[in-house]
């Protein structure tokens, strides 16, 4: 009855906590808001060629614009495997002289098989390719592309649909908003727009659903589809390219997905999807189309016309290629008659023979019109990569964290729970261990109740904390890339969060704990106790963030925190004294954090008692001194004690954050 009554208080504690911190935010944030808006409405004005030039299709007007790009090639390093079978050269090429434009209000469909470049020719443009070397230009509405703010005037959806599983389909929206949108635009005006593109992408009826893990629970395939469509249309870009958007659905839901696509692409925007195997419907939705065969050539690269005719008509007017049969899909067909295969049949390539085609020379003048600035326009300047500040970052990461943890119980409630369950375990076992000191021994065993304490609940939550930052990785790559934040402000709204429910843990446990091993009640003794407690238990947290930002999978993570716990549970001071650790090591004992923990705690409660303990063999000396002695812990050296923990702790907060920034394991 007592934890039950203990873990209800502290529910209550962390949601009231956690609405008052989110409700100062929720001001704050108000007001910056209005004094933007304010500042916005006195110093800015829009010049009249950029009134011609922009296009309200929502809310929220956008400038319509085009994306043009001329001899693409790209490259990679020629991969091992490759090289094992013989084939020569330092570099793989993946893209082949590439050409061709997308224009506003157009629907394009990139359209080859497995390994014909769509993918990679999709991810080049948009500038998420992480490796590799690229050649040509791109240019957007005639100047040349910036790929620092490229994200500002662009969105990206994924073919896998990652977001947050804890929270809600308008709350996911809302945060994308909130980041992506610029400064000018206010909080009236952000909730208008989310609004309307939730109507837009039909996910009215679901919004106040978790997103949930794709394949356990939350949104099924089609509704996860048009999230990540909404949290990408929500930052009003211009220029939406979007990978398979139809992959795994069935007929029914990829309708659905493709109404929302069309109805996009009617605002006004340019919009770039990838299709593999479309159906004949599918198809039709679309305006234009790349056609490309492997090797990253382009074969055809124009409209579809009603019903297709016009790709109809291109390809069958080359000899030997077989006519469409009534009925069946041209897309289809198209990758058919453009196979290998076929080529080899009939003795052509489709790709010299599309060079050589008036289409291709009517592309090139296109090409040449869109990479040249239209009079009375301007180029794209944004003075910042990210559309708001570092503190609205930071306020929008904690937001969005706060919830994710509120609606975890399995991680948070489990947790306190096991703070409750070892801290009475530990206070029976170790019942009044701090009341009465008498003999060396006794001090011993009070030291291995706080070592075992320290190390049992730190260890549990190093490695329960290693999953949930697995899951959330995912989602930062995306939201990263998409140029929501930093990983800097990831870092801290993730972190701020573990150092709530961290305190409340601790408090939880520290209650419990001190009071039945029976230490003396005093306010300090009980302050120290909890600080040294809280400490301990945040840099153990930080170290599963910090060896999960460092691996590529939770697996490897748990690997390498177990290796290096093992030489904190060695050196720290218990097992083996300091004095007793061979020289030549001690050097890791200083290095050590569990060992300064030790330190803190034992040294705060009775590092300072005088009175004296029985030694065998010896004569009686006093706690104080016998510490001192032994163990070299010396009461004046607390404040440095203080001082190390927390430099720890900065330390493992900084490798998290550099981890999370610098290192990238999704290879694209």
Sequence with gaps: ????????????????????????????????DIDMAEKNSRENSTP??????????????????????????????????????????????????????FRPGVLTALVGVTGAGKTTLMDVLAGRKTGGYIEGSI?????????????????????????????????????????????????????????????????????NFLVGLPGIDGLSTEQRKRLTIAVELVAN????????????????????VMRTVRNTADTGRTIVCTIHQPSIDLFEAFDELLLMKRGGQLIYNGPLGQQSQKLIE???????????????????????????????QLGVDFAELYKKSELYQRNQELIKELSTPSEGTKELDFPNKYSQSFITQCIACFWKQNLSYWRNPQYNAIRLFMSITIGAIFGLVF??????????????????????????????????????VAIERTVLYREKAAGLYSSLTYAIGQVAVEFIYVGIQTFTFSVILFSMMGFLWQVDKFLWFYFFMFISFVYFTLYGMMTSALTPNPQIAAIVM?????????????????SKIPIWW????????????????????????????????????????????????????????????????????????YGIKVLNFQKR
């Design 237 to 256: 870009p211009s220029i939406i390219f979007m990978d398979e958007p139809t992959s795994g659905l069935d007929a029914r839901a990829a309708a659905i």
């Design 1 to 32: 009855m007592f934890s039950i009554l203990i873990s209800y208080s502290i529910v209550i504690y962390t949601k009231c906590l956690s609405a008052i911190i989110m409700y100062f935010f929720s001001i704050q944030t108000k007001w910056l």
């Design 431 to 468: 019942w009044k261990k701090g009341k009465k000191i008498d003999t060396e021994q006794d001090l011993m065993n009070l030291m291995g109740a706080v070592f075992t304490a320290v190390f049992f609940l730190g260890g549990s939550n190093t490695s329960s904390v290693q999953p949930i």
């Design 562 to 578: 177990a290796f290096f716990l093992v030489f904190w549970n060695v050196f720290s001071g218990f097992i083996i004294p300091k």
């Design 586 to 657: 001690r050097w890791y004992y200083w290095g050590c954090p569990t060992a300064w923990s030790l330190y803190g705690i034992v040294t705060s409660q009775v590092g300072d008692k005088t009175n004296n303990i029985l030694v065998p063999g010896s004569k009686s000396v006093s706690v104080k001194a016998y510490l001192r002695k032994e163990f070299g812990y010396d009461y004046d050296f607390l404040g440095v004690v203080v001082a190390a923990l927390i430099a720890f702790v900065t330390l493992f907060l900084f490798v998290f954050a």
């Design 314 to 344: 291109y390809f069958e007017a080359i000899p030997g290629v077989p006519k469409i049969k009534e009925g069946y899909n041209p897309a289809t067909w198209a990758l058919e008659i453009s196979s290998p295969a076929v080529e080899s």
């Design 139 to 207: 240019n957007i509405s005639g100047y040349p592309k910036k790929q620092a703010t490229f994200a500002r005037i662009s969105g990206y959806c994924e073919q896998n649909d990652i977001h947050s599983p804890n929270i809600t389909v308008h709350e996911s929206v809302m945060f994308s908003a909130w980041l992506r949108l610029g400064k000018e635009v206010n909080s009236k005006t952000r909730k208008m727009f989310v609004e309307e593109v939730m109507n837009l992408v039909e996910l009215h009826p679901v919004r």
């Design 48 to 101: 009249e060629e950029d009134t011609l030039t922009t296009k309200r299709g929502m809310v929220l007007p956008f400038r319509p614009l085009s994306i043009a790009f001329d001899h693409l090639n790209y490259y990679i390093n020629m991969p091992t495997e490759m090289e094992k079978h013989g084939i020569e050269g330092s570099r793989l090429q993946l893209l082949r002289d590439v050409s061709g434009a």
